[in-house]
């Protein structure tokens, strides 16, 4: 894992904004932590208005973000976990989701935060979960990119 090279995002204040958290049900250890971790954003940055919905996996994350983009929410916050196996699994799973998730907030204009860990095994996983032992949180970051992105997107 790098870490060098992160910047340092300010909690942006985002008070009457409307945030979708989507999140996979696989690797509930992993999605569950990346769940608290994007609600503790929303909670900092004063966001009430927020809706957590579970999706079977990972590949069904553009589908539902699609809806909530087009649902009225004003930013997505998308979650979940891919480990690599033995077979090209792996890789099918994360381009189709990355390029789903990259095409919501292309098509649609809203900003989605990406909180889809591609992981080549558990504990790459669960040092990126925002555990008390992990190193960093990426349910909380994939949050705060998430508002800023809108913030960011509205002054333009």
């Excluded at 985002?14 to 929303?42: S, Y």
């Excluded at 949050?143 to 960011?152: D, K, M, R, V």
Aim: glycine share 10%.
């Amino acid at each position: 894992m790098s870490g060098s090279g992160a910047p340092t995002i300010e909690i942006p204040r985002a008070e009457g904004v409307r945030v979708a958290v989507i999140a996979a049900q696989w690797h509930p250890k992993v999605t569950d932590a990346l769940v608290a971790g994007a609600e503790r954003a929303l909670t900092e940055s004063g966001v009430t208005d927020y809706k957590v919905v579970r999706v079977p996996g990972s590949f069904e994350l553009p589908v539902a973000a699609l809806h909530a983009a087009k649902g009225g929410y004003d930013a997505v916050v998308a979650l979940g976990v891919v480990i690599r196996g033995d077979t090209p699994h792996f890789e099918y799973v994360c381009q189709a989701a990355t390029d789903g998730l990259m095409r919501v907030a292309t098509d649609t204009g809203v900003p989605v935060g990406f909180g889809l860990l591609t992981c080549d095994n558990d504990p790459q996983a669960l040092d990126r979960a925002g555990l008390p032992d992990s190193r960093e949180d990426k349910g909380y970051e994939s949050a705060q990119a998430a508002l800023s992105t809108l913030l960011a997107t509205r002054a333009l």
